[in-house]
């Protein structure tokens, strides 16, 4: 299941835009969820365009969403080759995915009230126990946080963002949203039943080292 | 080892308090570990006065740490008998401490080096299997992130700063400190090591905000 680690250019290609991207999730005024599934759509509309992966259209992407200056990423982005570039690349929009989506699962499990955290935990268990499908899962968490047709139209904004959030799954395997699922929805849960405090951080500034 | 829920002012009081200090967090320039603990002591230093809880003293230092108007905390104050508000102290006290503990250990699986986190969660898994105490693995621990006499020198104030965060467990039961580990060091590392996946967001804002 592991995937081959990222050596040479390679690495420090994906290490700059990855970093970069996760310091600016802290600081930007858009949902994690909303930014990852912005720019995965715009990587995917650069590679779209025919010889993209030869030209510096889908570094323009990657400067922007790391905020990384543009020479250094051309550097290691000059020294890979067409097939590496494509590889790198997809590590990054699954490097997105994967944080958009669990800062998504970790905002409810964080936020909402304990009857509505209880309720998507039973639902997270369904389908980590392989008794619902994904998308049933996004359906029902869908329905406990906006349970009425009325409230959905009301805050359309939110639940289209979760929805967003949540359609980030299909860009990652299938056994690692499982894992995610098990950890936040289930373990953080859990965590806060235990001892009856229902709190949890919504921050983790960086521990010096 | 649920405790029974609170209700009314002791309740109103609580929550005020707890979501409070966790907004402050968000935006405070001060790591949570620091601020709990900062907090922590000026509570007990209340607690152990002769001015205990009778009067109004400790309500200064919820109000700082909530940046809850004082006037509110008071309304709910002033209803409470002696032996709720020292109930209600002894979960915000535990509240606060959770807080900073898990942000702590958090920033910990989020931050650390991949091979630290490696080593991390091996220790984490001889605490949590009851092979060492928590102050050795808090030891063992300290010695991975700072692992020469050199560094420990150069970055004494972090080190400073991480005894003061760990020893934020002495406010929580033991079965809580234990819970915290197997869902932070144990289960979002281990969630990282599957598919070399070693990045996970910092921040979990509000999805309803």
Not at chain 1, 169 to 195: F, H, S
């Amino acid at each position: 299941m592991k995937l081959k680690p990222l050596t040479g250019p390679a690495l420090d290609l994906f290490e700059k835009v990855v970093m970069g991207y996760r310091d600016y999730m802290e600081y930007s005024s858009i949902p994690p969820w909303v930014l990852s599934h912005f720019f995965i759509e715009d990587l995917k509309q650069a590679l779209e365009e025919p010889g993209s992966l030869k030209g510096d259209a889908v570094v323009n992407v990657l400067v922007m969403a790391s905020h990384v200056d543009y020479s250094k990423l051309m550097t290691d982005w000059y020294k890979l080759s067409i097939e590496e570039r494509g590889m790198v690349v997809s590590r990054i929009a699954t490097a997105m995915a994967v944080m958009g989506l669990t800062s998504l699962l970790g905002s409810m499990a964080t936020y909402l009230d304990p009857r509505e955290k209880e309720e998507i935990m039973r639902v997270a268990t369904k389908y980590y126990e392989g008794k619902i499908s994904y998308d049933e899962m996004v359906s029902e968490i869908e329905n406990i946080i906006w349970p009425k047709e009325e409230e959905k139209n009301l805050d359309w904004n939110h639940v289209e963002n979760y929805r967003k959030g949540m359609s980030l799954a299909e860009y990652l395997p299938k056994e690692l949203v499982r894992k995610m699922v098990g950890v936040y929805l289930i373990k953080w849960i859990r965590l806060q039943q235990t001892d009856g405090l229902w709190v949890l951080p919504s921050v983790y500034p960086r521990f010096p080292e | 080892m649920i405790k029974e829920p609170l209700s009314g002012p002791a309740k109103d009081l609580y929550m005020k308090v707890v979501d409070g200090f966790k907004v402050s967090m968000e935006y405070s320039t001060v790591n949570p570990w620091d601020l709990s603990y900062m907090f922590i002591i000026d509570i007990r230093r209340i607690e152990m006065s002769s001015e205990d809880l009778k009067g109004d003293e400790v309500l200064d230092v919820l109000a700082r740490a909530s940046n809850v108007n004082y006037i509110e905390l008071k309304e709910d104050w002033d209803k409470l008998s002696i032996e709720e508000r020292k109930d209600v102290i002894h979960r915000i006290v535990g509240a606060m401490a959770s807080l900073g503990l898990m942000s702590a250990f958090g920033s910990i699986a989020i931050y650390a080096e991949p091979y630290k986190k490696e080593e991390i969660l091996r220790t984490a898994s001889k605490y949590y299997e009851r092979k060492i105490s928590y102050d050795e693995m808090v030891s063992e621990i300290e010695d991975v992130l700072w692992p020469t006499r050199r560094e420990k020198i150069r970055y004494w104030r972090f080190i400073e700063n991480y005894r003061k965060a760990m020893s934020l467990a002495v406010y929580l039961p033991e079965a809580v400190v234990r819970a915290i580990i197997d869902v932070y060091l144990i289960s979002m590392i281990r969630f990282q090591m599957f598919d070399n996946i070693y990045y996970l967001p910092s921040v979990y804002p509000n999805l309803l905000s």
